[in-house]
Structures are given as structure tokens and as C-alpha cells.
């Protein structure tokens, strides 16, 4: 079986891809934000004393963690819509993303937070600190940097995973290329350069999350 590789149509929807990438890194982004918070909320009910807020926070990270995302997007998508929640294929993407990463988030951060030793946090306290400034550069900052390659792992891998949210219609860069895919029936074409196009959006990623931990945590340069 004879094939003719055509690139043509392909670079010539380069807006198409473009307007796709765009939109990844928007969600993604998003998602990072509202996911690393909500994981430090869930992270603080996880170690919390009080057994109730400790089981809910439990609950939602095995959840999360033991069911998979294309099936979480779905039940956002397509299964609250029955509660008379209804979210736009946007929404409920950035929705799930921020959840999903949310749970994985928590366990990462609490690995950091465990780490610290309870002599200096009794430390701060015998110094005058304040609560807050305990939390905040005695516990959080140094958990975070602990647990900042693993974050940024975690990031990256969301990223990818953003690919799935296309099955709801999110128009971001796998959408683009089904819908291209769909008009020019290039397939090997397109989706290898959409397999490439997903890489470099990784390296961006990869180099953007090392400068801002070389700027919020003293990294060393490689």
C-alpha cells in the first residue's frame, strides 16, 4: 500500500493549531493555579485533627486519584447537567483539570509539609513570629520547595492530559486537530504534528516552571 505525505494542508491550518496551543496553555495554566490551591486546602484537611474533615479530605483525594480523568470530565460534562448544574465544554474542562490536579497536588504538598522538622516551627514560635509567617516561610516555603520537581512533573503531566477534554468539545489543540482531521483526512500528518507540537508545549512548560523556581526558590542553573 502506497501512501503520498502531504504536509501542505496541515502547516496551512497552522492558525488553527496555533489558536489551539493558546487555548491548552490558558487551561492549563488556570488549572494549575486553582489546582496547587485547592490542594493546599484539602492538603491542611488531610492533616487536620478533627477526624470528619480528615475522612472528607481522604475521601476526595482516593477519589480523584483512583478513577480516571476522562471519566471524571464525562461526570462533570454530561452527569451534573442532571443536578441542574450545566457547564460549557470550557468550564467543565477547566473544572476537572483544577480538581484532578487538586488531588494529586495535596499529596505532593503534604509530603513537603510532613518533612518539616516540628523543632523548627517551635523555633519560629520561640523567635516571636507570627502564625501566619510560621506558615508561610517556616512550613509552606520550604515543603514547596521540597516538592517543587514534583509539582512540575505533576504540571506537565496535567498538560497532557488536557488532550482528553476534546471528547467534551473543548476546543483546545487535539479539538483543533479532530476538526482538522475531519475537513482534510490527513491523519498521519496531522497528528504528528500535533504529537510535536505537544512536545514543544512540554519543553515551554519545562523551562518556564525551572525559571519560576529559580526565582522563588535560589535553583541553581543547570
Known sequence: MQ???DFAPVFAAWPMFLEGAIQTLRMSAVSMVAGLALGIVFMLMRISRLGPVR????????LIRNTPFLVQVF???FGMPTLGIKLGGEEAAILAMSLNCAAYAAEIVRGGVQSIRPGQIEAGRALGLHTIDIYRFIVFRPAIRAVYPALCSQFILMMLNSSLVASVSAEELTYMAQTLDAQTFRSFEIYFVLGAIYLLL???FSV???FIGRTYFSYPTK
Open 3 to 5: 501512501y503520498s505525505f
Open 55 to 62: 475522612t472528607i479530605a481522604v475521601g476526595y483525594i482516593e
Open 75 to 77: 461526570f462533570i460534562y
Open 202 to 204: 512540554s519543553q515551554f
Open 208 to 210: 518556564a516552571l525551572q
